[in-house]
């Protein structure tokens, strides 16, 4: 890993440890900007961007204008609804890439798969581009999976199973508490990383420096 790329990873860490004093006045994990959150304890993400002029109302058809760089209104809603729920198990998605040539295949995280109590899963991707982590859907990984069949051949994508991981051993079968995010001045929410807290274990999972995510121990 390069210093710059060293660098970039502390900076996120910092970032999270500097606003996690902040969240635990927030119930539902994410910053506090507003009187609702602190009422009902969920964060009213429709009222935040909606302040922030982000989701424009045009013929009862919402124009989604979120940065790239942060997370759009529904995928904010999405991660919320996975709080307080009970994780079973884990599964990576890797992109796999044949060497022509016999060498060894080139591979990386594409996307993680937390499945919970409630039978609902959370995929998290972070695209072909490495540019932001992305809330997925089943459908549109199958979809990637056979694009990239069709188009190149020998790229695919392959499940392997993580829950007996030692990252994850000990977040199998413990509560969701929180899904922590980091907030820009403008109230949005940066979709490099995030923290996944389950109480005395917490998981950071971050775009990698090189290609697809990177996880890991926070703390």
């Not at 409630?118 to 990637?144: F, H, K, M, Q």
């Not at 109480?199 to 996880?215: F, K, P, T, Y």
């Amino acid at each position: 890993m390069t210093t710059k790329a060293i660098h970039r990873t502390e900076r996120r860490r910092l970032r999270f440890f500097n606003q996690m004093r902040v969240l635990n006045n927030c119930a539902c994990g994410y910053v506090a900007v507003n009187a609702d959150a602190k009422s009902t304890g969920k964060c009213n993400f429709a009222a935040i961007y909606s302040n922030h002029s982000i989701i424009m109302e045009n013929n009862q058809a919402q124009a989604d204008r979120t940065p790239p760089e942060c997370f759009k209104l529904t995928e904010l809603e999405i991660l919320q609804s996975f709080e307080s729920q009970e994780l079973i198990d884990v599964n990576y998605y890797l992109w796999v890439n044949a060497a022509a040539d016999g060498a060894a295949p080139y591979r990386f995280l594409y996307a993680i798969e937390l499945l919970f109590d409630n039978y609902a899963s959370l995929l998290l991707s972070s695209g072909e581009d490495t540019e932001a982590i992305r809330v997925i859907t089943a459908a549109e990984l199958l979809e990637t999976a056979r694009v990239l069949q069709a188009l190149h051949g020998k790229i695919t994508i392959e499940r392997a199973p993580a829950a007996a991981l030692p990252l994850w051993q000990s977040a199998a079968g413990h509560m969701l508490l929180t899904i922590n995010l980091s907030k820009t001045d403008e109230g949005l929410y940066l979709n490099d990383a995030l923290l996944l807290n389950f109480g005395a274990h917490r998981i950071m999972v971050q775009l990698s420096d090189r290609e697809g995510l990177a996880v890991g121990v926070y703390g």
